[in-house]
């Protein structure tokens, strides 16, 4: 599947709609939306977007009435090619320690597939220290990523019978590392990506093996 299908598919999840001409308008909107985020804040006004899109203000209002839907459906969508992505690389996978590289590995290439994704995540941060709706969306993506950690986690059984508790204290540890690192990435002037990632990965490993020992 190419990749503008996977990107259709994913965007017909999110705005829960059949294809059609006005559908094919709310995607066209919410792509505008994500890279309007690009440009700061004000990149993503009903404003900027109608003259992104070449569409009448009212007509990018009758599709989502306010900046605010708009943002809500961006974050959304950047949500779901994160899982999309993670889910992807971790097709196939029986080891846990595969999996564990690969939930890191995947989670940095989101960033590298979809760049524009980046201003997106960092409103949504940003957003969550001020508003309650976005912070509980914060919520759910940590409460996420960390079952998936886990179930991967007490896929080896730990020798000194560790269990639920403690595989929750230590998913919740690996999402830290990985978006830290992510996020340090990206907003400073590291480059070696590479070089990241493997420390991640070692470190995160390290852990892992501690808890099955």
């Known amino acids: 599947m190419s990749p503008k299908n996977d990107r259709d598919n994913i965007l017909r999840r999110i705005l829960e709609f059949r294809p059609s001409k006005a559908d094919r308008r709310r995607a066209m909107i919410l792509e505008a939306v994500i890279e309007g985020i690009g440009e700061g804040l004000e990149g993503s006004s009903v404003e900027r977007i109608s003259k992104r899109t070449r569409m009448r203000r009212s007509h990018v209002q009758y599709y989502f ?3 605010e839907e708009m943002l809500e459906a961006a974050i959304k969508y950047a949500i779901s090619v994160s899982q999309e992505i993670n889910v992807e690389y971790l097709k196939g996978l029986t080891s846990p320690e595969a999996m564990l590289r690969a939930y890191v590995e995947g989670t940095f290439e989101w960033f590298v597939r979809e760049p524009s994704h980046r201003s997106v995540m960092a409103l949504l941060l940003y ?4 508003y309650p709706p976005y912070r509980h969306i914060s919520s759910q993506v940590a409460e996420s990523s960390e079952q998936r950690l886990v179930a991967i986690l007490k896929a080896k059984t730990s020798k000194k ?8 204290a230590l998913a919740k540890t690996i999402r830290l590392l990985v978006i830290g690192a992510l996020i340090d990435l990206h907003s400073t002037d590291s480059s070696n990506s590479d070089a990241v990632i493997q420390s991640v990965q070692e470190t995160i490993l390290s852990l892992a093996k501690e808890f099955w020992a």
């Open 65 to 67: 009435k306010n900046r």
């Open 161 to 168: 019978g560790k269990g639920d508790k403690a595989a929750r």
């Open 127 to 130: 957003f969550s220290t001020c």
